[in-house]
Every structure is written in C-alpha cells, then in structure tokens.
C-alpha cells in the first residue's frame, strides 16, 4: 500500500486530516498522538475500576494460567484467542490486556472481589491473597 493510497483511506474514513499533503513527520505524529489517545483509554478503565495496581500485579504473577482466569471472569473465548495472538510473545502483556477487556465488558460487575474469587477458583490462592491485601 502506497503512502498516497493509505492517506486516501484515512481521509475516506475521516480519520485523518484532509488538507495535510505530506505524510513523512505530520503522519508519524498523528499516529503516535492517536495510540497514545488508545493507551490513556486503557489506563482510564483500569483506573475507573480501582483495580488498576492489581491488574499489573497479577499479570506480573500469573504467567500461563491468564487463559484459565480469563474464562473464569466470562471473557469471552473469541476475544481470549484474539488477545493470545495479537501478543504471542508476551503473557504479561496477554493478562493484562485480557483483564483490561474484562473491565470494560463486564463494567458495573467488576470489583476487587470476584477477581479475587476468580484467582481462588483457579487455585492462584497466593496472587489472590496478595491482592486482597493491596
């Protein structure tokens, strides 16, 4: 895909400026501005539960049991096999995205509590206790 025919689709879909012409370092800054618009989006959701501490302690703990607490919480298979793809090479990075879309699918229903429930039902009675502490 040329640079002229991605700025064509861009425009087309109203996601980029219409009158910029060059795409060199006005493009670079629009993406970077836009992914970082994606990553205070995350945070914020994190952070709108209260749960935002726990989520990086237990991605930073749980290693390859994520998959198990995700169904445990209701994450829906789909977007379990969506997560472990996109970030094939990083299960910190496969928990903490998968608990992320957990807070925001489940949003009124989540709470410290059935995270920690969740934890117990997987037997990661460690991470639970710890994150019951927090």
């Known amino acids: 895909m040329t640079a002229s025919t991605t700025r064509t689709v861009l425009q087309q879909k109203q996601l980029f400026p219409a009158k910029l012409r060059g795409v060199g370092i006005a493009l670079v800054k629009w993406v970077k501005t836009v992914f970082h618009f994606s990553l205070c989006a995350e945070t914020?959701?994190?952070?709108?539960?209260?749960?935002?501490?726990?989520?990086?302690?237990?991605?930073?703990n749980i290693g390859r049991e994520w998959r198990m607490l995700a169904r445990t919480l209701g994450v829906k298979e789909a977007e379990v096999e969506r997560i472990g793809e996109a970030h094939?090479?990083?299960?910190?990075?496969?928990?903490?995205?998968?608990?992320?879309?957990?807070?925001?699918?489940?949003?009124?229903?989540?709470?410290?509590?059935?995270?920690?429930?969740?934890?117990?039902?997987?037997?990661?009675?460690?991470?639970?206790?710890e994150v019951e502490d927090m």
């Open 44 to 60: 914020r959701v994190a952070g709108d539960t209260g749960l935002e501490k726990e989520i990086y302690y237990i991605a930073d």
């Open 88 to 129: 094939a090479r990083d299960l910190r990075e496969q928990c903490r995205k998968c608990l992320l879309t957990w807070c925001t699918d489940a949003s009124p229903g989540v709470n410290r509590l059935k995270l920690i429930q969740a934890l117990r039902e997987i037997n990661q009675n460690y991470i639970a206790d």
